[in-house]
């Protein structure tokens, strides 16, 4: 385990936003350095350049005695699957019974770590004031990586940060195209900024735009960033 990676800071707060694990949730994140796409709205443009100085090169086994106290673990950025080192990390915590969830951007392919539960991934889908809709992977690869990776053990989220009217229509056309596809996982919607006040728009937008013979909002998960909310890392 001499392996490092580039760390940018390691805390303690709570899981704010929907996916494997409840909101709410305690548990300990890992930010790593550096990431391939430049968001507009980017909230962690800190933890953006892979050379920034603000980072530690830290071995794995250090990063594993630092989270060992607390069950859940996630992983984000930055961009967690640019770093070599990263699945040796996330196969070490679970075998070492921890829970982990990985912040993925969306334009990286998820790999296959098969024989584990415990394991969830929580995927962006850019969306147009992003700028970086342009780098998602194509929707029709997903559809079969999903099943491939249910197979394997793994859970898979989709998620789509929404600041604006566009934001929602490609959000709402991507998530019917999932249902139509038969492709079925949590769908999670978050409001720029911790916006709550724009749930109630999503929502009349959808009911304006879904297909007739389709009710999105089964699919859908809200949620906030509360961690922001509370005033946490």
């Given at each position: 385990m001499s392996e490092t990676l580039k760390i940018n800071s390691i805390f303690e707060s709570i899981s704010g936003e929907a996916g494997g694990f409840p909101q709410g949730t305690w548990?300990?994140?890992?930010?790593?350095?550096?990431?391939?796409?430049?968001?507009?709205y980017c909230d962690t443009e800190y933890s953006q350049e892979i050379e920034n100085s603000l980072y530690y090169e830290m071995p794995i086994s250090v990063i594993l005695r630092m989270v060992r106290n607390n069950k859940h673990v996630l992983l984000t950025g930055g961009e967690p699957l640019i770093h070599s080192g990263v699945l040796d990390l996330i196969i070490f915590l679970l075998g070492n019974g921890h829970m982990v969830q990985v912040e993925t951007n969306g334009s990286h392919i998820i790999p296959d770590i098969s024989g584990f539960g415990n394991l969830y991934?929580?995927?962006?889908?850019?969306?147009?004031?992003?700028?970086?809709?342009?780098?998602?992977l194509p929707l029709s690869f997903l559809f079969?990586?999903?099943?491939?990776?249910?197979?394997?053990?793994?859970?898979?989220?989709?998620?789509?940060?929404?600041?604006?009217?566009?934001?929602?229509?490609?959000?709402?056309?991507?998530?019917?195209?999932?249902?139509?596809a038969e492709c079925f996982v949590p769908f999670l919607v978050s409001p720029v900024n911790a916006d709550g006040a724009l749930i109630s728009?999503?929502?009349?937008?959808?009911?304006e735009m879904q297909d007739q013979d389709m009710d999105l909002l089964n699919y859908l998960v809200f949620s906030v960033q509360l961690h922001k909310i509370f005033g946490l890392p």
């Open positions: 548990m300990t994140g890992i930010r790593l350095q550096g990431c391939n796409l430049r968001c507009r991934w929580v995927v962006d889908r850019k969306g147009p004031s992003s700028g970086m809709a342009g780098e998602m079969d990586q999903v099943k491939a990776l249910h197979a394997c053990g793994s859970r898979i989220y989709f998620k789509w940060v929404v600041g604006t009217d566009e934001d929602i229509c490609f959000m709402i056309n991507e998530v019917q195209r999932f249902v139509k728009k999503i929502v009349r937008k959808i009911r």
